[in-house]
């Protein structure tokens, strides 16, 4: 068996699971270390009340391994003010995820609505501090390379491509062409790649076929930019990148509906956990 079908045969949430612990273990190796509570707690909340919801709402009665991964994500995007920020943002997200559905599947990224709920209710903020990328820590580009993995492994990589290719021609078209050559805006642009690759590309909120995720895609690079002309207005601070993730959750049934072109493989998608 070689290396790609060893890849391929790891549970996806599992390898989800893993890819954001080497993350947090990244931001912490560069000196995030008040982040260390809310690494421990905001999982805790959300794996807990993942289970609670599923047993008694569902009657499953089984380990949430996607709860935990929002707690994670939340926990490794929010800003490092204290941990009751990130345990109120996970406790948001579950709530979210079991109480504002359609056709029995979750409407919002939950992790997205957790952390903008959070900052509008709370006054928190992001500051994705092990999600970014620079050229003076090296490790950083381990993240991007596991992030865009995850999002190929569950079989969503072109909104991922679809998102970081419209950013770069956004951020070339502010600073000119010439800036595709530079060094830093790149690493920039790749910073980007923990929301590409394991926000954009949730299974349950995310579209189904390669011209609808594109589409999706195109569109979060878009409304990201027309909502920072609108942001510097409002009367506190908001993650514009995770509003147009959830405008975007909104159109995923039209998407799918008129771009139904070539759906992915339903053995790419994993089972519901």
């Known amino acids: 068996m070689d290396i790609v079908k060893k890849f391929k045969s790891i549970n996806v949430y599992d390898y989800t699971i893993a890819a954001l612990a080497v993350c947090a273990a990244i931001g912490l190796y560069y000196g995030f270390g008040a982040v260390s509570w809310q690494l421990v707690l905001a999982p805790i909340t959300a794996l807990a009340l993942d289970y609670l919801a599923y047993?008694?709402?569902?009657?499953?009665?089984?380990?949430?391994?996607?709860?935990?991964?929002?707690?994670?994500?939340?926990?490794?995007?929010?800003?490092?003010?204290?941990?009751?920020?990130?345990?109120a943002a996970a406790a948001l997200a579950i709530a979210a995820k079991h109480l504002v559905t359609y056709m029995k599947r979750p409407i919002f990224n939950p992790a997205a609505f957790g952390l903008l709920a959070s900052a509008v209710i709370f006054q928190s903020s992001d500051s994705w501090w092990?999600?970014?990328?620079?050229?003076?820590?090296?490790?950083?580009?381990?993240?991007?390379?596991?992030?865009?993995?995850?999002?190929?492994?569950?079989?969503?990589?072109?909104?991922?491509?679809?998102?970081?290719?419209?950013?770069?021609?956004?951020?070339?078209?502010?600073?000119?062409?010439a800036s595709l050559l530079n060094a830093q805006m790149l690493a920039a642009v790749l910073?980007?790649?923990?929301?590409?690759?394991?926000?954009?590309?949730?299974?349950?909120?995310?579209?189904?076929?390669?011209?609808?995720?594109?589409?999706?895609?195109?569109?979060?690079?878009?409304?990201?930019?027309?909502?920072?002309?609108?942001?510097?207005?409002?009367?506190?601070?908001?993650?514009?990148?995770?509003?147009?993730?959830?405008?975007?959750?909104?159109?995923?049934?039209?998407?799918?509906r008129f771009l139904p072109v070539r759906r992915q493989p339903a053995a790419q998608m994993p089972a519901p956990a």
Do not use: E
């Open 55 to 87: 047993r008694f709402l569902k009657g499953r009665d089984a380990f949430p391994k996607s709860g935990l991964i929002t707690g994670l994500i939340i926990s490794l995007v929010i800003y490092p003010s204290g941990p009751l920020s990130a345990v």
């Open 130 to 177: 092990a999600a970014g990328l620079s050229i003076s820590a090296p490790a950083s580009f381990i993240a991007a390379a596991l992030a865009i993995a995850a999002g190929w492994k569950i079989g969503k990589l072109p909104i991922t491509l679809a998102f970081l290719a419209g950013t770069l021609l956004v951020s070339a078209a502010y600073l000119g062409p």
């Open 191 to 256: 910073g980007f790649s923990f929301f590409a690759g394991i926000m954009l590309t949730d299974p349950k909120t995310s579209c189904y076929s390669r011209n609808a995720l594109v589409a999706q895609g195109i569109f979060v690079v878009a409304f990201n930019l027309a909502f920072g002309y609108v942001s510097p207005s409002l009367p506190f601070s908001i993650d514009g990148i995770l509003v147009a993730l959830l405008a975007s959750n909104l159109l995923v049934p039209a998407f799918n």
